[in-house]
């Protein structure tokens, strides 16, 4: 079977898929988005298109503890979807994660590209997986301004 490149993939599905969001502001699509699993940015372009280009990179919380996945794809596993995903989940602090994430996208000579806004997906899923610390919040006292009687 031939594959089909990913440039036409690209021209077939860019201006209507599934996946497609558009947010009209001022009477016109300013900004298209993507829901695809694949797209760190949720931009629709062929750049960041998890549709259309035969590697990518995904990052998403797992389970209720923080623990991050970092999944990517296998070129030569396209026809397979049970297995086109390379995961590897990890439980680590910050800087280790940004380290691990750097050398699986960038420093492979995956897609590096994509090391930016992995890094920044990486950012936001590690920051919504942080609890709120509990116990009293202090309080702003340049703020708070008591009058008395006059």
């Not at 947010?23 to 372009?45: D, H, I, P």
């Not at 970092?70 to 800087?95: G, I």
């Not at 609890?131 to 009058?147: D, F, H, L, M, P």
Request: proline share 3%.
């Amino acid at each position: 079977m031939a594959t089909v490149p990913g440039q036409l993939i690209w021209e077939i599905v860019k201006k209507n898929n599934c996946f497609l969001v558009k947010e009209f502001g001022r009477g016109n699509a300013g900004v298209q988005f993507s829901k695809e699993s694949n797209n760190l940015y949720n931009l629709n372009s062929y750049k960041h298109s998890g549709l259309s280009n035969k590697k990518t990179v995904t990052i998403q919380s797992v389970g209720k503890d923080q623990s991050v996945l970092l999944a990517t794809s296998k070129t030569k596993k396209q026809n397979k979807p049970e297995s086109l995903l390379h995961k590897s989940v990890m439980r680590k602090e910050f800087p280790r994660m940004a380290k691990a994430v750097v050398n699986q996208v960038a420093d492979n000579y995956y897609r590096p590209d994509l090391k930016k806004a992995a890094l920044a997906r990486l950012s936001a899923v590690h920051r919504s997986l942080k609890v709120a610390k509990s116990g009293v919040k202090k309080r702003n006292r340049q703020a708070v301004k008591i009058r008395g009687r006059k």
